[in-house]
């Protein structure tokens, strides 16, 4: 890949997390099954094309791919992968998102991180020529929902929870850059990262905000192995967190290969309230204050690896995001790529996948019958009008020659 092309993307969506129905019974909810994407898999790849993307962030689903140690079922990912190939689409490898296979158990289990990083070197093996991957998506989003709402996998909600399942996620991530790595030496790895931001609702909740907007970093800090506050240490190592586990973070990690990559929705800023809770606050700083304050913490090449929002304001959203994007780019940030998620519409993420109601959200560059949306036509005019002018333009990123 040129460090001078642009990364304009999308992103097939392929969340599986499991959940409990209201009758006590789990389901896995599989959004490519939802939006009918085992299906349609090929019409979709040709869409993708015809927007004029050429990077899409796309994975099989894990759940259904390692079947057990030293056990693959490739099938549909060798259909799918070639497909790409002969269309010339260049794969962002989403390895694992949001859940795991059911003989995994869930986040909680120690063995997690080493029959991740199994799988993840099969793959490479397999797919010796990508060079692209985002191995975890979203883990602090994982670790929360699954082990501090309680909404999914595990559906445990407490500190400890939490912290067990951050630290194997990003263990996970880590091993998995590193046996990549041994495979494919020319491998860049793009973290997808929800970027969080919380707001004091008057000057008693100060305190827990600012407790808030460390823990927020704690993924990528592990992931980067950066020292992370006092309160961050002592809270991890107060929920179970060891000492020897939070130092092998520093000692194996691969910042060097790494883009960072950073989500933005209207829901990823929050308000403290006096009781302890939070709630949405809706867009007060935006994407170029907030990836600015993650920017200047690692000090990395930045790519906004996800943004959509409901119809109708999806265009004037697409334009706003674009803009920050923009700005961060003439203020000196490094950033190579963005990213409208997903190509079609989603399925009940109006509930954060806790439902099973077949809500669909009206968030895709198409909808489910695969006709373009308003959204759409308007990515594929910004990515004509700009790409060749981007191109132009040198982004400093020497490992990506």
């Known amino acids: 890949m040129s460090a001078n092309r642009f990364m304009f993307a999308t992103g097939i969506e392929n969340s599986y997390p499991n959940i409990v129905l209201p009758d006590g019974t789990t389901k896995r909810v599989d959004e490519m099954e939802k939006t009918g994407h085992y299906q349609r898999w090929k019409e979709d790849f040709q869409l993708v094309r015809d927007l004029g993307i050429r990077f899409l962030r796309y994975g ?62 099969a793959f490479a093996k397999r797919y010796h020529t990508f060079q692209f ?25 407490s500190d400890q929870a939490f912290v067990t399942a951050l630290k194997h996620l990003s263990k996970a991530n880590v091993m998995a850059m590193q046996v990549i790595l041994e495979v494919q030496p020319e491998a860049i790895f793009i973290q997808s990262e929800s970027s969080e931001y919380f707001h004091p609702e008057d000057p008693s909740c100060k305190q827990l905000a600012f407790f808030l907007n460390q823990k927020r970093f704690l993924s990528l800090d592990l992931t ?15 929920n179970g967190m060891s000492r020897q586990e939070y130092h092998w973070f520093s000692e194996n990690q691969v910042k060097a290969r790494c883009i ?31 990836t600015h304050q993650y920017y200047r913490r690692y000090h990395l090449p930045v790519m906004h690896t996800e943004t959509n929002i409901k119809e109708p304001h999806s265009v004037d959203w697409l334009k706003k995001q674009w803009a920050n994007v923009y700005r961060l780019k003439q203020d000196g940030v490094p950033i190579i790529g963005f990213t409208w998620y997903s190509l079609t519409h989603q399925v009940d993420w109006d509930s954060a996948l806790r439902e099973d109601n077949g809500n669909v959200n009206a968030l895709g560059l198409y909808d489910l019958e695969r006709k373009i949306r308003p959204v759409g036509e308007e990515y594929k005019r910004l990515i004509a009008q700009w790409k060749d002018i981007l191109a132009l333009e040198s982004y400093g990123l020497h490992f990506m020659d």
């Open 60 to 121: 099989p689903p894990y759940y259904a791919t390692h079947l057990g140690p030293g056990r693959y079922d490739w099938s549909f990912a060798d259909d799918t992968f070639n497909m790409l190939a002969e269309l010339e689409i260049t794969p962002i490898v989403d390895l694992c998102h949001f859940g795991v296979p059911d003989w995994l158990g869930n986040f909680q289990n120690p063995d997690f991180p080493r029959y991740f990083a199994e799988y993840a070197q």
């Open 133 to 157: 991957y985002t191995p975890i998506n979203e883990i602090f989003i994982a670790a929360t929902f699954s082990a501090q709402y309680g909404w999914w996998n595990e559906r445990l909600a």
């Open 260 to 290: 960072m990559g950073n989500d933005y929705y209207v829901t990823n800023e929050h308000t403290v309230h006096c009781d302890g809770s939070t709630s949405a606050s809706g867009e007060i700083y935006g994407y170029h204050v907030i």
């Open 224 to 238: 980067y192995g950066f020292q992370v506050s006092v309160p961050m240490y002592e809270y991890l190592l107060a």
